[in-house]
């Protein structure tokens, strides 16, 4: 589940002190454009499909067949026709009445189903430690699940809850233009709560709104209050009381606790044993007066849900077990290729976890720990998935990665057509339509803070960025268009690093295109950056094999025509797959299960070769898809030149702090603003840990960040610094 939002605003034309900076929507283009449509062809391209190799049933059942021809609606569109009533009177109460007919499901005897429960019952039995045999009665026992409980939760208010959904659709009415949800998307999520199953919906929280609009969305749509955990610690304790009236639920802090202690083991069996319809909107009130100083009362946005499939999760639990294999951590991985110690890239899955670790996550098995981190990649990867491109996202990487000392306005027109519609052909869904001088108009508006518009004589527009620490937030916004060509970007790295050593890094292309690359060269080079980058990033299905995505990245670059394939003489047509030899074991196996037994059905690629195409658009699209991983490979080669700098030992957070002003410095002395961000320096430093160039050891004062010993030596540095860079197209 994901939101998205971006604003609407007049604005006044500006003019720069020297008369030349002038405003898009004050000139005419002087052209006649076409209008951009989410389509292709007929239909819209459906995304955020679940699993079909962890979970074919619910791929099959939760999927609506007509999601194609179903629109969009605006959930806080409210009038008569809405409420049971009709009149002049009833359009102008139509939002009190709508809120009164609101279905509140009522509240269970969720206190005596706890008590009932597996695990509070094995406390009470003292079947396991700190349990009432341990010299604590049954009646008090139960008195403290009743205490937490009431820590929990209360029983929600249906007149709070429905006053509060009224004053609330007011207040989104001033605030949005309209929030549009996909008709098809909500109706698949209707179909799986007809199952009779409790839903539960995990959200991305691109924005501070989600805890407003999902929340009331669900409600609008008929699926009851939505129970949502907050941290109690975000909230005074009025403000806590007045929202677990209003169906918010709070984790205790006794859940977070060590596992030794017989106050966070009741804790933690009272959570997992909760299961009421409760919760509503509790970051309400947190964000409405920094949504309100941040817009204003006079800007209002348009907004989009998105819902990706729903899916059994009972049916995932079964499945996803039967896929688990050997498994090596990158330090094993990456770090002897690093070092030059061997060349060969071990057969075997990246083990890269990121998950928080905390109480109730501890709590688990170490197979259910798996279980849920591997779950969460699956989660990560429908709601990335599912998320539709916005315009300001498509502009600012044009201006960033193709464009950066300046684009001509009618060059920009055609170029926003062209990768709309590579999107579009890619699977992902735009959230924008309408005319094409329009969009660019709106697109340029928002990002006016960035980029200045300069007239020049032949009435033609240039679009120039604005140097500065600006280029970081173009760089944020770029991302949200990484996953759209992580493949073909992941590949066009991949051949930057085998050319690396072979011609010159400003070769022309024509003397890149003589050299051959082996298909088992192209997968190694895969197979090292997929390594190094990070998985929430990287977006690897737990399911997936690492030797099927290879494969798929170099069919992506053949496809958009990147790559050529180059028969040999003695080799059979790369294109001839009516003689490829499939083994018997591999036709029998499932989807992405392949170990050191297939070794020899990879064999065959020995023999295969490609080139680089000679196409005239190759060379720029090339280097376009480069850039867009420059960003954090950039500051990945950055935080291995600081490890001779970095003040060791430390803790996380004060050394993420010391890298990211290394990052702001270097920006400012290369002007390479892309890399100063602390997302991309908490990424590094994660990485460097699982490579193992940092170790992180307890001490009295917490646990504290120490340089390995392997790369204490700067010759060691320079070795991890030159592996990075060898990714990284200048």
Not at 285 to 300: E, T
Not at 397 to 409: C, D, E
Request: net charge positive; with cysteine; aromatic share 8%.
């Amino acid at each position: 589940m994901a939101t998205m939002s971006e604003g609407r605003r007049q604005t006044q034309p500006r003019s720069s002190s020297s008369g030349r900076e002038t405003s898009l929507w004050s000139s005419g283009f002087g052209m006649k454009l076409e209008a951009v449509t989410p389509f292709l062809g007929k239909y819209r391209p459906f995304v955020g499909r679940c699993c079909q190799t962890c979970t074919p049933k619910s791929w099959e059942s939760l999927f609506h067949r007509s999601i194609t021809d179903l629109g969009f609606c605006s959930v806080i569109l409210v009038k008569e026709e809405n409420t049971r009533f009709r009149g002049w009177l009833v359009r102008r109460l139509c939002y009190f009445l709508w809120s009164l007919e609101q279905h509140i499901p009522p509240c269970q005897d969720a206190p005596q189903k706890i008590v009932e429960s597996t695990r509070v019952q094995n406390l009470l039995s003292a079947r396991v430690p700190g349990g009432a045999g341990e010299g604590q009665a049954p009646d008090l026992v139960k008195k403290e699940v009743q205490r937490i409980l009431g820590h929990i939760q209360a029983s929600p208010r249906p007149f709070l809850v429905r006053l509060f959904s009224w004053a609330l659709l007011r207040f989104l009415n001033c605030l949005f233009l309209n929030v549009q949800l996909h008709k098809g998307q909500m109706k698949m999520v209707q179909k799986a709560a007809q199952a009779g199953s409790p839903l539960v919906l995990l959200s991305t929280h691109k924005t501070l709104l989600d805890g407003i609009l999902l929340p009331f969305m669900l409600l609008s749509q008929g699926l009851g209050v939505l129970r949502v955990a907050w941290d109690s610690r975000a909230c005074s304790p009025a403000l806590r009381v007045l929202l677990r009236k209003l169906g918010g639920l709070f984790l205790p802090p006794e859940a977070n606790l060590s596992l030794d202690s017989s106050e966070g083991l009741l804790a933690r069996a009272v959570v997992q044993a909760a299961s009421a319809p409760l919760g509503l909107r509790t970051g309400a009130l947190v964000v409405l007066r920094s949504l309100w100083s941040h817009w204003g009362c006079s800007r209002r946005i348009c907004s989009r849900v998105h819902l990706a499939q729903p899916f059994s999760l009972q049916e995932y639990i079964v499945s996803a077990r039967s896929c688990w294999g050997g498994r090596q951590t990158l330090e094993q991985l990456l770090q002897p290729i690093v070092l030059g110690q061997c060349t060969a890239v071990p057969d075997t899955e990246k083990e890269q976890e990121w998950t928080p670790i905390t109480g109730p996550l501890l709590a688990l098995k170490e197979e259910d720990q798996l279980l849920v981190r591997r779950l969460s990649c699956h989660v990560l990867s429908a709601s990335v998935g599912s998320a539709a491109v916005m315009s300001t996202a498509i502009m600012a990487t044009l201006l960033l990665f193709k464009h950066q000392k300046g684009v001509f306005l009618s060059q920009l027109l055609g170029e926003f057509s062209w990768l709309t519609e590579e999107i579009l052909l890619r699977g992902f869904d735009v959230g924008f339509s309408g005319q094409l001088r329009s969009l660019l108009k709106h697109s340029l508006s928002l990002l006016r803070a960035h980029v200045a518009l300069l007239r020049i004589r032949q009435g033609d527009l240039l679009v120039v960025l604005r140097p500065g620490p600006g280029l970081t937030q173009l760089a944020r916004l770029s991302a949200e268009l990484l996953p759209v060509f992580l493949s073909e970007a992941v590949g066009a790295c991949a051949v930057r690093g085998l050319l690396a050593g072979r011609v010159p890094p400003q070769g022309p292309w024509e003397l890149q295109g003589i050299l051959l690359l082996s298909q088992n060269e192209l997968y190694r080079q895969i197979l090292l950056l997929m390594h190094l980058l990070p998985q929430d990033l990287l977006l690897l299905k737990p399911c997936q094999s690492s030797y099927c995505y290879c494969q798929e990245v170099l069919d992506r670059l053949i496809q958009c025509g990147l790559l050529v394939a180059e028969e040999t003489p003695g080799s059979r047509s790369a294109c001839d797959t009516g003689r490829q030899r499939l083994s018997r074991k591999l036709l029998w196996k499932p989807s992405g299960d392949f170990t050191d037994s297939d070794s020899d059905d990879f064999e065959e690629a020995e023999g295969r070769y490609f080139r680089l195409s000679q196409q005239s658009h190759c060379p720029d699209f090339f280097l376009f898809l480069c850039r867009l991983l420059s960003p954090l490979l950039k500051a990945f080669a950055q935080a291995a030149a600081f490890l001779h700098q970095g003040q060791l030992p430390d803790t996380e957070s004060g050394y993420t702090e010391q890298l990211f002003q290394f990052l702001q410095a270097t920006a400012q002395e290369e002007g390479i603003f892309e890399c100063a961000d602390p997302k991309l320096a908490i990424s590094a430093i994660w990485t460097f840990r699982d490579l193992g160039v940092l170790q992180q050891m307890p001490s009295p004062a917490g646990p504290r960040l120490h340089l390995s010993p392997t790369f204490a030596s700067r010759e060691n540095q320079e070795k991890l610094e030159q592996f990075i860079r060898q990714f990284i197209c200048s």
